[in-house]
């Protein structure tokens, strides 16, 4: 193993590259950008999908079939084992698990997987639930109740 590291003395700031200061220099006259065109202008940017005039990839391949990715409903998923940080016998819904930053927003849909345990007698309410998040969740004396929408 060699004995080059980064540390806070030497090799965390990379020097800064002077060009334009000499043919001596490797970088002078015209500074690494070689000779005419858009890229040895100033403000100079390239499109990455740019293929030099070439039909693009993304023209060339066929454009068929459905894709269900933007129709799919997504759900934010909470673990039975998440809900042991609420109160015994409190009543949860979207709100609190929203409150409790479990979920990112009050327009999630919230599906409770039934990974860990639950020991607290919860009234729970969410879109869905599994089969073993029901299970855990009736045997520790609570309720789940699936949401209208």
Do not use: W
């Not at 006259?29 to 293929?51: M, P, Q």
């Not at 909470?78 to 015994?88: A, R, Y």
């Not at 639930?129 to 045997?139: G, L, M």
């Amino acid at each position: 193993m060699s004995n080059l590291q980064v540390t806070s003395i030497a090799g965390k700031h990379a020097r800064r590259r002077r060009v334009g200061r000499g043919s001596g220099s490797g970088r002078g006259k015209t500074c690494g950008r070689g000779h005419k065109g858009g890229g040895s202008r100033a403000g100079s940017t390239s499109n990455s999908l740019f293929e030099g005039g070439q039909m693009p990839l993304f023209r060339r391949l066929p454009k068929r079939g459905f894709s269900n990715y933007n129709f799919a409903t997504r759900y934010e998923i909470i673990n039975v084992s998440q809900l042991e940080k609420f109160d015994d016998g409190a009543a949860i819904g979207v709100e609190q698990l929203s409150n409790a930053g479990l979920i990112d927003s009050l327009k999630s849909k919230v599906k409770i997987l039934g990974d860990g345990e639950l020991t607290k007698r919860l009234q729970i309410t969410a879109h869905k639930f599994s089969k073993t998040a029901e299970q855990k969740i009736v045997a520790s004396g609570g309720t789940a109740k699936k949401c209208k929408t």
